[in-house]
């Protein structure tokens, strides 16, 4: 396939399941059957700060999952492809249980028949100290990091999946693109501190060292939490344009992918190859 739609969506979520699932709802009105091939979400998109992630994804994993639910119909009923920022899950991809008190925070790929065709786990927490109204961040009191790379096939074309703060590590994108990574997708929930000073730098990085579409999906205002987080969901280009981009507020932006063009640059700049 030469080209494709994208539909990248924008939230502030949150603490909440029910109230973040009613605003996703509402964003997502905007879009009906056959707009789009893929749509994509934030991270945290279900729930962000939540006060009790261990219960939530205790009910994902093996109650009746109200997320994944509300996910699958509206890929199903869409008809497109869904990339769900994260959730939280209290069992790893094999099964294990995460250990007690822990989560991790899973990116799922739902199937336009609403079908969870793929999982990636966050592997690089946030732990960091950040000039903003918190002062400080630490996942790794809450998460359990993954250990995999997750390349998904899809109709249209390969999406590397990551998460957040695994922008800052480029050797994980350059081993997706080994592995056939045409789009790298990264959900995120940047602060507003660290996203205005570091997030579209590393969003044109990755895809001008890739030679790949990248797509973030972002959390954006002020949420029950206290958190700030920056927005500018973006598409970005494989020459490292900012082909679309919604600075702030909630809403949805959509975007044709060429891969004429992507096939174009690889071959003028095969600098991605890392020969």
């Known amino acids: 396939m030469s080209g494709v739609c994208v539909a990248v969506v924008q939230l502030c979520s949150s603490a909440e399941v029910n109230a973040s699932l009613r605003h996703l709802d509402d964003v997502l009105s905007d879009l009906k059957p ?3 091939d893929a749509v994509f979400l934030p991270e945290n998109f279900a729930a962000l700060a939540a006060t009790n992630p261990r219960a939530i994804g205790d009910a994902e994993t093996y109650g009746a999952g109200e997320i994944k639910a509300f996910v699958a119909g509206k890929a199903k009923g869409l008809g497109t492809y869904i990339f769900a920022g994260t959730l939280p899950l ?10 007690e ?4 925070a899973a ?10 065709i793929a999982r ?5 927490l946030f732990d960091a100290e950040v000039k903003d109204e918190l002062g400080r961040y630490q996942e790794s009191a809450t998460f359990e990091a993954g250990d995999a790379i997750t390349v998904v096939n ?11 703060y695994d922008i800052r590590y480029p050797e994980m994108y350059t081993e997706m693109t080994q592995q056939g990574a045409q789009i790298l997708a990264v959900p995120s929930a940047f602060t507003r501190v660290t996203g205005a000073a570091h997030f579209g730098t590393l969003v044109r ?4 060292e890739n030679a790949c579409f990248v797509i973030a999906a972002c959390q954006s205002g002020g949420h029950d939490s206290g958190r700030e987080t920056y927005g500018h969901s973006q598409i970005v280009s494989p020459w490292g344009e900012v082909m679309a981009c919604l600075p702030e507020g909630p809403g949805i932006v959509t975007q044709q992918l060429d891969f004429n063009f992507l096939d174009q640059v690889r071959l003028q700049l095969p600098a991605w190859r890392r020969l």
């Open 34 to 36: 056959g707009d789009v």
């Open 90 to 99: 209290t069992q790893r991809p094999g099964g294990q249980p995460v250990p």
């Open 101 to 104: 008190h822990r989560v991790r």
């Open 107 to 116: 990116s799922l790929v739902f199937s336009p028949m609403g079908e969870i």
């Open 120 to 124: 990636y786990d966050k592997q690089h």
């Open 154 to 164: 899809t109709t249209f074309g390969q999406v590397g999946l990551s998460v957040c």
């Open 205 to 208: 990085a990755r895809a001008i």
